[in-house]
């Protein structure tokens, strides 16, 4: 890890927003501008058919509903941690898990007697229902998250109670879906992750969110939120090669985050904006070879 020494007194500099952080906030509108002439050179959304998975059955005031499970190789996959810790990270109410989806339109369908019914295709990644598969706890995992964002996005009020029709994949056809297109690479949302030396928040201080990107091939960008801070007074931050670790004034925020690629930590920069209150790190990355 880096001396925290050595960057302390960088934060304190950069409160008077010098020319690094001028410097910094270059880079900042520079990626921002990268974004955007990428973002007009691509289409903005990709079409993809699922494929068929397994359906439930459940019903709403209005009558019966049918969610089709499917899965595309095009959507990407979830953290891949053990059901463990997956199921650890769920006891202990952390948000930092995500399973990517892609929520279908409603179709109005005829169920095995001939009644009008509403299907719904939501579609996850090839691989990671494969895994599932194999596992009643992740299916049932997928379901109440599907079920969760289909009454989120469509203003429905499901009936938690399911069940998985038998011998029939799907139910009606499965339509095309278009889901957006990947965009800069972005590392992780880190903020509501836990490391396991990290507190949580009722034991200790408050872990800050942290967004980072990659600005170039060898420049990794940060932003971490620090709302409860008019300064840098007080703040620490060490940097290693692979790791972050802040300190807040009177034990108010606390980070430790490891990061999958190798850092520069002598040329790291850090520089806090009063007005956003955030601090913003710039972390030049080693190659592989060095």
């Not at 969110?209 to 990659?214: A, E, G, Y």
């Not at 980070?255 to 850092?263: E, G, N, S």
Request: some cysteine; glycine content about 6%.
């Amino acid at each position: 890890m880096a001396d925290s020494k050595l960057l302390v007194p960088e934060l304190n500099e950069a409160e008077k927003m010098g020319a690094e952080t001028m410097r910094f906030e270059e880079l900042l509108r520079q990626a921002s501008k990268e974004l955007q002439q990428a973002q007009t050179s691509r289409p903005e959304s990709t079409q993809i058919q699922p494929q068929p998975g397994f359906c439930i059955k459940t019903n709403s005031s209005e009558g019966k509903v049918f969610i089709n499970i499917c899965h595309s190789p095009s959507i990407p996959p979830p953290a891949d941690v053990t059901e463990d810790e997956l199921l650890q990270m769920l006891e202990e109410d952390q948000a930092g898990f995500r399973i990517p989806m892609s929520l279908g339109e409603p179709h109005a369908e005829l169920d095995a007697k001939g009644q009008g019914c509403t299907a719904y295709d939501v579609a996850v990644n090839s691989d990671f229902y494969r895994r599932m598969q194999n596992s009643d706890f992740l299916r049932e995992l997928v379901v109440t998250i599907a079920r969760e964002g289909l009454e989120d996005k469509y203003s429905l009020q499901l009936n938690p109670e399911w069940r998985m029709l038998k011998n029939r994949p799907f139910l009606g056809s499965i339509s095309q879906q278009n889901i957006r297109s990947q965009q800069r690479p972005r590392i992780q949302e880190l903020g509501n992750l836990y490391t396991p030396d990290s507190p949580r928040p009722e034991e200790g201080p408050e872990k800050p969110h942290l967004n980072l990107w990659l600005e170039a091939p060898d420049l990794l960008l940060a932003e971490i939120d620090l709302p409860k801070l008019d300064g840098a007074l007080g703040l620490s931050l060490e940097i290693g090669e692979n790791r972050v670790v802040l300190g807040g004034p009177q034990q108010l925020y606390h980070l430790d985050a490891c990061i999958p690629l190798r850092i520069n930590s002598e040329e790291s920069k850090a520089a806090f904006h009063r007005k956003r209150k955030q601090l913003m790190v710039a972390m030049p990355l080693l190659s592989v070879s060095s």
